[in-house]
């Protein structure tokens, strides 16, 4: 048998899994060119894509463009690949099909090579432009099944053998290269793998890839089984970004493997070296590092993604409520019960954090949902969102009694009626002539890229264009931050988290070959308004600069705090920030009409109005930062 095939996940899911996704990508440029010259055995880099789009902008302030074509030029010789959501591509939300189709031909024009496209409830139908999008470039298209439940338990019956089996020749019957087993919480137990593997090798004709996490401690075990079973690919993380959330032991599998029929033949002392270079650069990240330090057999309860536990356990915290995770633990399983058993990966999971976390701070439990007055309930968008239909359907669509609990009695019919139709639809494509197709595709691309250049008073470049469609609000943000401190990407990563100290000394790299030398001289003390002289030297010329630290502004005032015994006080449902406000000073409201979004760690909470009347004060305003029990919004009553 062949040897076994080896992606490397640590530029993506591994960060993304243990700190925030927060590794830049200086720290990964530095040890790239290495990588390609001692591991060019390996299958490909896991490098892209997942949550490393958003992350890269919005709190790395770096392009993620620039980060893919740096990579390529650095690594010519191992495949690039990325995770694509689907019909969400790198969002949260459906994309129309002109949008998901141009960010793949784009990517792949900038050197991704394979795309694991999946979706969150393994809606087929929601794999198909993207699938289609793949197949008319240089790329490998692998088509991803999203592994939950247990195929050896047979209670859990709504995901067995047969269902995973069909999934995969329906991924073949469109077009996929490849099939990527998506095991995303790390739930798929060696015997299971093994079986799993076996049966796909032998009912589907196109190489298999399989993806787990090691949350539990023991998924090198499945790796192991799936590789006696005759997987072709597997994904792991070099060994000091590996384990716990994030994927199994890349150096040790290799050495597992050494010797054998399955034999790697990667070079495990040289891939030692590069865990030694993650050993020394992981402490920068570890404000972000919160992955559980040892496996927990939890996740067979729970079954959340690695990248959500980390999240939803930070969010329990700062709602004051970390000791009781145990009980939310339960209740997103219960969740989970509730909508019908679904797969749960993003944006799947967050509908059922978003609503565990709903109920349980409304001490609602989740089987009490259906005995529910129909649609009075004011449940968190997403969840309205993903039962009307607006993330595709599970297999038999969700349960009716939830759907109308949370929906009413109006709009739970007409989401029936969406699934039956989605269903005598089935997986058939509406006949396009690929000619016209693209001519549809490449129209709806040129009306948006209009309205862009209107917006931004230049023509957009394509990186512009994809950035802003996935992420119009975080993309303004960074362009706004580029114009007024540069390319930051390029300062060494101590140096971008923390600043300089009086003393030390920087080499910045800002183009090819051209290097400036940074020492921090002294800085002064502040005047009354925050501003500080900064003395430097640049490439040993005295400098200063006059610098204002925020840190010493006048502290704006906290908020006062609602008084909970009152109906009409708005308070704050969580610590975070006002995403959006729906409503101003003097509107008239009715009860349960939409006041504002909250966001805190991925996580959107609306608040609702509790009564009919008029906002008589208004605390807020976007952006703000508010603490839970804040006084948000007064209402006096009609
Ligand atoms: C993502 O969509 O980012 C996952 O890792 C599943």
Redesign the pocket.
């Known amino acids: 048998q062949k040897r076994l095939l080896i992606t490397d996940t640590t530029f993506r899911?591994a960060h993304?899994s243990l700190m925030a996704t927060r590794v830049r990508s200086y720290d990964m440029l530095a040890c790239a060119a290495a990588l390609a010259r001692e591991a060019p055995q390996l299958f490909s880099l896991e490098m892209w894509g997942?949550?490393t789009f958003d992350t890269a902008m919005r709190f790395l302030s770096e392009d993620p463009w620039e980060r893919l074509r740096q990579l390529r030029a650095k690594v010519p010789n191992i495949c690039f690949q990325m995770?694509f959501?689907g019909a969400n591509a790198v969002g949260y939300t459906n994309y129309p099909d002109h949008v998901v189709h141009g960010f793949v031909r784009h990517a792949a024009a900038n050197g991704m090579d394979i795309f694991r496209i999946f979706d969150s409830l393994n809606y087929l139908p929601n794999l198909r432009v993207a699938m289609e999008a793949v197949q008319d470039t240089h790329a490998i298209c692998e088509g991803t099944l999203c592994y939950t439940g247990d195929i050896l338990d047979p209670k859990r019956d709504k995901f067995d053998l047969k269902y995973y089996v069909s999934l995969a020749q329906e991924l073949e019957r469109m077009g996929a290269h490849m099939i990527a087993i998506k095991d995303?919480a790390g739930l798929c137990r060696p015997y299971a793998a093994e079986k799993l593997v076996k049966v796909l090798r032998s009912e589907v004709g196109v190489p298999i890839h399989f993806h787990t996490h090691d949350t539990s401690g023991i998924n090198a075990g499945s790796i192991l089984r799936a590789a006696d079973a005759g997987v072709d690919v597997v994904d792991l993380a070099l060994a000091s970004m590996s384990g716990s959330t994030s994927q199994p032991n890349l150096n040790s599998i290799v050495a597992a493997l050494q010797g054998t029929r399955r034999d790697t033949t990667l070079d495990r002392e040289k891939l030692d070296r590069f865990s030694d270079y993650w050993e020394n650069v992981r402490p920068y990240y570890a404000p972000f590092d919160t992955a559980p330090k040892s496996g927990s057999a939890e996740v067979y309860l729970h079954e959340m993604?690695g990248?959500q536990y980390t999240n939803l356990k930070a969010q329990a915290e700062s709602m004051g409520v970390s000791h009781r995770w145990p009980e939310i633990a339960r209740t997103y399983a219960e969740v989970n019960q509730l909508f019908g058993d679904i797969v749960k990966?993003?944006p799947s999971s967050k509908v059922v954090g978003d609503m565990a976390l709903f109920l349980f701070s409304r001490g609602i439990k989740p089987a009490d949902v259906v005995n529910l007055e129909a649609g009075a309930t004011p449940f968190p968008e997403s969840v309205i969102d993903m039962l009307s239909g607006g993330l595709g359907w599970p297999d038999g669509g969700f349960p009716a009694d939830v759907t109308l609990a949370v929906l009413g009695a109006e709009k739970a019919k007409a989401a029936r009626a969406l699934y039956t139709a989605a269903k005598r639809r089935g997986l058939k494509a509406p006949k396009v002539a690929k000619k016209k197709r693209e001519q549809q595709m490449a129209d709806g691309i040129a009306a948006i890229r209009a309205e862009l250049a209107t917006k931004l008073k230049h023509e957009p470049s394509d990186d512009e264009l994809y950035s802003h469609l996935m992420y119009p609000s975080v993309h303004d943000a960074f362009l706004k931050q580029q114009k007024q401190f540069g390319d930051v990407s390029v300062l060494p990563t101590p140096t971008f988290f923390y600043g300089l100290q009086p003393g030390e000394e920087i080499s910045v790299e800002i183009e090819e070959g051209k290097v400036l030398i940074i020492s921090l001289v002294s800085v002064g003390e502040p005047d009354q308004d925050g501003r500080r002289m900064v003395n430097y030297e640049l490439n040993g010329m005295a400098r200063d600069a006059v610098i204002i630290d925020k840190s010493v502004q006048p502290k704006t005032k906290a908020k006062p705090k609602a008084d909970l015994a009152d109906p009409n006080q708005v308070a704050a449902p969580i610590p975070g920030l006002v995403a959006a406000l729906s409503t101003s000073m003097g509107a008239k409201v009715k009860k349960g009409e939409k006041l504002l979004l909250m966001e805190a760690m991925k996580m959107q909470t609306t608040v609702y109005s509790p009564c009919d009347g008029v906002v008589s004060e208004l605390n807020i305003a976007v952006g703000d930062t508010v603490e839970a029990k804040d006084l948000l919004v007064r209402i006096k009553p009609a």
């Open positions: 899911d993304q997942g949550a995770l959501r995303m993604p990248g990966v993003t």
